[in-house]
């Protein structure tokens, strides 16, 4: 099934569709002026304070407030506490390699080389975000600073300035952030999550007749579509749930975002719906109504109406009701989302650690930092070797390119471009035509919060637009804010325009041509690699060392989950590329995302269903179950392994017994309880064998299916 983003892309005039894909993006949601508003008066803060006390790397600095986590106050106070232990860890590795490294050419390109892997690498493995961007924010800013033919005093000096201007970018972010934190309340995702749920609630009174056609809802629904997960998940892995409600948020999310794409689908069709038909609509309205309700009080999501039949003449409505259904049995084998915020107590949370439990084991890690390298260390060769350091800025924008280049496709890299010019054609038209009447740090604060108020408000723009705005900010800034002084010429600007777009044609090159190929083709490689994955997992633990298995566990779940993410963020690539096998990719597209939100519920049965595998206190089982659990349990992982191999074109090697499995199981369970009916035991059974029954039926359907 095409989604709405889908349809639009099918349009044939050119001019139509730009026009109605930039009405979509940059129409007003809830939430987005306040958004803006917060960039814009952190930014403009920042410009005022470092012109007015002249403070170097203003333009990196008033860049840095649009990518400074606004996800809770929460995120934001610790992103300023980290700011500091970041930013001082970073100064002492820097003056360490450059007492080391600084007098030796040859040693130092290789210092600066392996820098910048450690900088692409930091930003994938270490599990606090908010430290590893701004230790590679700061190194990629100031590696320049090092190659020039200046005494150490003035380059130690440079690298403190640029700490200075960072921290004082990052505090004010914070201070505007907890301001307007008092104007609002309640929890962001979950608050999101029900404003979508509200709008699909809204369209299917729409077409139950309780409501008069709003065609507010239908633009609201198609913008919800547009917008996509991207920022939920976004939320969602800076958030500070325990790692288990995480997971369990996660499949929401996608549940939410599935149900959202055919509420979109459903506007673009004329449907004649009779008297029974309207009446089951208002029954799954209901059902989203009471969804939406206790997520917002922090209770269990239960289904109202559970008799509902559609009609087959709304197909459409069908399967609207699978992820309504799923997103109860997200929370049947957990707590309860009151427990979200949290923090983890119980022995089921992994123990914090520093770096992500897959570092080491996950090579995709190896790969990105890799090509990260590859791009910044050949811009970086380049201006050393043509000797024009006025565009050193292509290393920074390599740095700040690759935060947003997973799942990204060659049309993203086109809108990077396109933002580039458009900031590079900004400033230097400023500096032509407006700066030279301007007399005032007034005046050009009007003309600063004016592109900035732009810039902004693209930037918080869904997925397929957001990074224009963000392309368009840094080129004006560096234009405008580098120097304390009205700039009489354009050849510093011109050399900051360069060193921008040579950055993008870099990592063009090495992201989207070296390494490269088509979304689909990687969305289906992720998504198979998930399938095997649940399967190893099904066959944990193998070791009877407890804190080895537990770790294991830890880590696989860390693996999958980045694996559900990563064929996200690739739909998204997906629905920008063109060519004559679109068609049949957005076809993969859409069976793929259909897909997921079973593979997450079957992935959060298997988390509880672990814990009796793993004889964890508590979850103890006799052995003769023990033994029929580890025959079902293979089972299990032979179907998700046999699905793979069938999604790969290749036959299962097995016919697999699944069926016959938990049939055995419940056997065993029916045997034991009738020789020991102990009140404890009893209780096990009447948990551990409905999570066998519901994953052996997912995975069934999930076969099926595919």
């Not at 056997?667 to 999570?691: D, K, N, W």
Request: glycine share 6%.
């Amino acid at each position: 099934m095409s989604t709405a983003a889908e349809t639009l892309a099918e349009w044939p005039r050119p001019l139509v569709w730009m026009r109605d894909f930039l009405k979509e993006e940059l129409v007003p949601y809830p939430g987005r002026p306040a958004l803006v508003a917060r960039i814009v008066i952190a930014a403009t803060i920042v410009m005022i304070l470092t012109m007015t006390f002249r403070i170097p790397f203003g333009a990196y600095a008033a860049t840095y407030t649009f990518m400074i986590s606004r996800e809770s106050p929460r995120a934001t106070v610790r992103s300023a506490i980290t700011e500091v232990i970041a930013f001082a860890c970073t100064v002492v590795y820097t003056l360490v390699g450059a007492m080391l490294f600084l007098n030796h050419p040859v040693l130092r390109v290789f210092w600066v080389i392996g820098t910048l892997f450690l900088a692409f690498y930091a930003t994938r493995t270490i599990t606090n975000y908010t430290a590893a961007a701004r230790f590679g924010w700061l190194i990629a800013i100031t590696i320049p600073l090092w190659d020039l033919h200046v005494l150490a005093e003035p380059k130690l000096e440079g690298m403190l300035w640029a700490v200075g201007a960072l921290t004082l970018a990052s505090v004010v972010s914070v201070a505007v952030e907890l301001v307007f934190a008092e104007l609002k309340s309640g929890d962001d995702l979950i608050r999101l999550l029900a404003e979508r749920l509200a709008a699909v609630e809204s369209l299917l009174y729409h077409y139950a007749g309780e409501s008069p056609a709003d065609e507010q809802t239908e633009k609201q629904i198609t913008h919800l579509a547009m917008l996509g997960t991207s920022g939920l998940r976004r939320r969602l892995q800076r958030s500070s749930y325990a790692p288990r409600s995480a997971e369990q948020l996660g499949a929401v999310v996608g549940l939410v975002g599935r149900l959202v794409d055919i509420a979109a689908n459903m506007t673009h069709l004329t449907l004649e719906i009779s008297d029974e038909d309207k009446k089951r609509i208002r029954g799954l309205a209901e059902n989203i109504a009471g969804s939406r309700n206790a997520l917002l009080q922090w209770n269990t999501p239960r289904l109202i109406n559970t008799e509902i039949a559609i009609s087959p003449a709304l197909p459409l409505l069908s399967e609207m009701e699978r992820p309504v259904s799923l997103i109860t049995e997200a929370y049947a084998v957990s707590q309860s989302p009151g427990a979200y915020a949290l923090p983890p107590s119980s022995r089921d949370d992994p123990p914090p650690t520093f770096f992500v439990r897959d570092a080491l084991s996950n090579p995709e890690h190896i790969d990105f930092a890799l090509k990260g390298c590859l791009a910044a260390s050949l811009c970086y060769i380049i201006y050393n070797a043509v000797d024009w350091p006025g565009i050193s800025t292509a290393v920074t924008t390599c740095f700040v390119t690759a935060l947003s280049t997973i799942g990204s496709s060659h049309q993203k890299q086109i809108l990077r471009i396109i933002g580039a010019l458009a900031g590079g054609a900004l400033g230097l038209g400023a500096q032509v035509f407006v700066l030279p009447h301007l007399d005032s740090i007034g005046d050009f604060t009007l003309l600063f919060a004016a592109v900035t108020i732009a810039a902004a408000w693209i930037a918080t723009s869904g997925p397929r637009l957001s990074y224009v705005g963000v392309q368009v900010a840094l080129a004006f800034y560096i234009i405008n804010l580098q120097e304390f002084k009205m700039q009489t010429a354009l050849a510093p600007a011109r050399d900051r325009v360069a060193g921008v777009l040579l950055g993008l044609f870099v990592m063009w090159v090495v992201f989207d041509q070296l390494w490269a190929a088509p979304a689909v083709v990687q969305m289906r490689k992720a998504f198979i690699a998930t399938l095997r994955l649940l399967a190893q997992f099904a066959r944990e633990p193998l070791s009877k060392d407890v804190r080895v298995a537990t770790e294991r566990s830890y880590s696989l779940r860390e693996t999958i989950n980045k694996h559900f993410e990563q064929v996200r963020l690739l739909a998204d690539g997906v629905l920008f590329e063109f060519g004559p096998s679109r068609e049949q990719a957005l076809s993969w597209r859409s069976r793929i995302i259909g897909w997921q939100p079973q593979l997450r519920i079957i992935f959060l049965t298997r988390i509880a269903l672990w814990k009796y595998r793993a004889q964890l206190p508590g979850f103890e089982l006799p052995e003769t179950v023990c033994v029929a659990q580890r025959e079902f349990d293979g089972e299990l992982a032979q179907k998700l392994d046999g699905i793979a191999d069938r999604l790969e074109g290749n036959a299962p090697w097995g016919e697999g017994k699944l069926e016959r499995s938990i049939q055995q199981l419940e056997r065993t369970i029916r045997t034991r309880s009738s020789e020991e009916a102990t009140g404890a035991l009893a209780a096990q059974f009447q948990t551990f064998l409905p999570l066998c029954r519901r994953i052996e039926s997912l995975t069934i359907s999930l076969d099926k299916e595919i």
